[in-house]
């Protein structure tokens, strides 16, 4: 399924509407127009991550939230930018990828 379909069925679902199921026929135009309209404005589903070296392909500066809630920053030790480290959000304390709960949510994706 498309990101455009995908987004229309979520549109005319019944969880949508306060009124119940939404009948389908010619308001199914209008929810893959506006499914349009929500991806040409940039809206991409987020990128979920399954393994460890997907998070340590992952570029400097990019955020997570693991499968327990927790959102980390991906961080280079200046003294060693070969090691890929992680940030717990608030914390000093520096993880590697495998301390962290997979799958876990790409929030925001750094420069390469």
């Avoid at 499968?67 to 200046?78: N, Q, T």
Wanted: charged share 25%.
């Amino acid at each position: 399924m498309s990101e455009r379909d995908e987004l229309a069925a979520i549109i005319m679902s019944p969880e949508s509407f306060d009124s119940g199921p939404v009948s389908c026929g010619p308001n199914d135009i209008y929810a893959a127009r506006i499914a349009d309209a929500i991806l040409a404005a940039g809206w991409r589903k987020p990128r979920t991550v399954t393994s460890v070296e997907e998070l340590d392909a992952l570029p400097g500066e990019s955020i997570v939230r693991d499968a327990s809630g927790i959102v980390y920053e991906k961080d280079y030790i200046v003294n060693n930018p070969t090691v890929n480290w992680w940030i717990e959000t608030g914390q000093s304390e520096h993880f590697t990828a495998k301390s962290i709960s997979l799958p876990a949510t790409v929030l925001h994706e750094g420069e390469a």
